[in-house]
């Protein structure tokens, strides 16, 4: 499998994909694309970096897994494709868009429009069977997302990082919480969310707001 990422990404990864970690993992992907039903698609893999250059990130929100349901997963974390039901997690991430900002509820959950506006959609694990979430989990993806994430800390400054959940704190232990904006609440996952852990974080709102203060455009969420 040819590792098909944007170039600005690539220059800063290169070392990454010559580790014997790496290169593992990338045995292992392609022999479960060859063998099993896989998502994302192998074109689609790389996707939050194709849509986000390093130069353009200004918000990072992390995810865990992709969708392991058919026609779900495209490479950007929370995010479907347009003609796919909106997740339940993704339906509450709107909701509270919509108590904090007054914008509108979506008719589609494609976050594609976030992520050319700066915001970089980060699966730790990047791929899964069908059917089987966390599946790909333990191969080397974590590794690989977790020098993403070291990568943007150490290289830029001013990035708002939206850590939802258990999980996605653990991951944000790299950055450098002196030189970025990070914002933590519990997962909008409808367990978490109706225990009151999410709703009312006002994470949009708080985003924008810092965007302005260093003199950057806000996300149109």
């Known amino acids: 499998m040819n590792v098909n990422i944007e170039n600005s990404w690539r220059t800063r990864l290169e070392q990454e994909f010559d580790k014997p970690y790496f290169k593992s993992l990338i045995d292992f992907i392609e022999l479960e694309y060859e063998k099993e039903t896989c ?4 074109s689609e893999i790389f996707s939050a970096f194709d849509y986000c250059s390093f130069d353009d990130v200004k918000v990072v929100i992390i995810g865990q897994d992709p969708y392991h349901g058919i026609e ?10 347009k003609d796919i039901n909106i997740p339940p997690s993704l339906i509450n991430v709107f909701k509270e868009i919509e108590s904090d900002l007054n914008i509108p509820f979506p008719s589609n959950g494609n976050l594609t429009r976030w992520a050319k ?25 974590e590794k690989f ?4 994430i070291r990568c943007i800390s150490d290289n830029k400054k001013d990035v ?5 959940g258990g999980f996605a704190k653990k991951k944000g232990a790299k950055i450098d919480k002196d030189k970025h904006f990070v914002l933590n ?9 109706n225990r009151g852990y999410w709703f009312g974080n006002k994470h949009f709102g708080k985003t924008n707001e810092y965007l302005k203060s260093t003199n950057r455009l806000p996300i149109d969420w």
């Open 145 to 148: 997302t977790d020098a993403v």
């Open 117 to 141: 506006q700066g915001v970089l959609l980060l699966n730790a694990t990047l791929t899964v069977r069908a059917n089987h979430a966390g599946s790909h989990q333990g191969k080397g993806w």
């Open 185 to 193: 609440s519990g997962h909008p996952s409808p367990l978490s969310a």
């Open 160 to 164: 708002v990082f939206l850590l939802w």
């Open 72 to 81: 779900q997963a495209h490479g950007l974390c929370f995010s479907v494709n």
């Open 39 to 42: 998502f994302p698609p192998e």
